[in-house]
C-alpha cells in the first residue's frame, strides 16, 4: 500500500508564507508525478500546482510567481513554498502522486489533506 503524509498547514497571516511538505511511502517502484491541490469551503478542489519526474512544473494561474513546487525524488517527497499568500488561499490542501508500485500496476494516491489558513 501507498500512503502519502502531508505537513506544513497552518494559520498565517496575509502576506506571509508557509511551506508544505508531502512524503509517499510504501510500495513504490517510481513516482511519475506529484501535485498539489486545494478545496475551499463550497468550491470544488482545484489544482495548484505539478512537478514531473524531470522537474518541469506547471502552475495554476491564481498561485504563479507566489508559490513554488519542488520535489526529492530520493525522499519520495514533493514540498509547496507558498509566498505572498492572500485570503482566497485559504483552503485544504491535498498532495497528489502518480505512482508506479510495479510493472503494470500504476495509480493516483492522495494524501489526507491539511488546512492552509490566511487571515486578512
Known amino acids: 500500500q501507498v500512503q502519502l503524509m502531508e505537513s506544513g498547514g497552518g494559520l498565517e497571516e496575509a502576506g506571509g508564507s508557509l511551506r508544505l511538505s508531502c512524503t509517499a511511502s510504501?510500495?513504490?517502484?517510481?513516482?511519475?508525478?506529484m501535485g498539489w491541490h486545494r478545496q475551499a469551503p463550497g468550491k470544488q478542489r482545484e489544482l495548484v500546482a505539478l512537478i514531473a519526474t524531470d522537474g518541469v512544473t506547471s502552475y495554476a494561474d491564481s498561485v504563479k510567481g507566489r508559490f513554488t513546487i519542488s520535489r526529492d525524488n530520493f525522499k519520495n517527497a514533493v514540498y509547496l513554498q507558498m509566498n505572498s499568500l492572500k485570503a482566497e488561499d485559504t483552503a485544504v490542501y491535498y498532495c497528489?502522486?502518480?505512482?508506479?508500485?510495479?510493472?503494470?500496476?500504476?495509480?493516483?494516491?492522495w494524501g489526507q489533506g491539511t488546512q492552509v489558513t490566511v487571515s486578512s
Open positions: 497528489s502522486a502518480d505512482i508506479q508500485e510495479r510493472i503494470g500496476v500504476r495509480g493516483n494516491y
Open positions: 510504501g510500495s513504490i517502484l517510481r513516482i511519475i508525478a
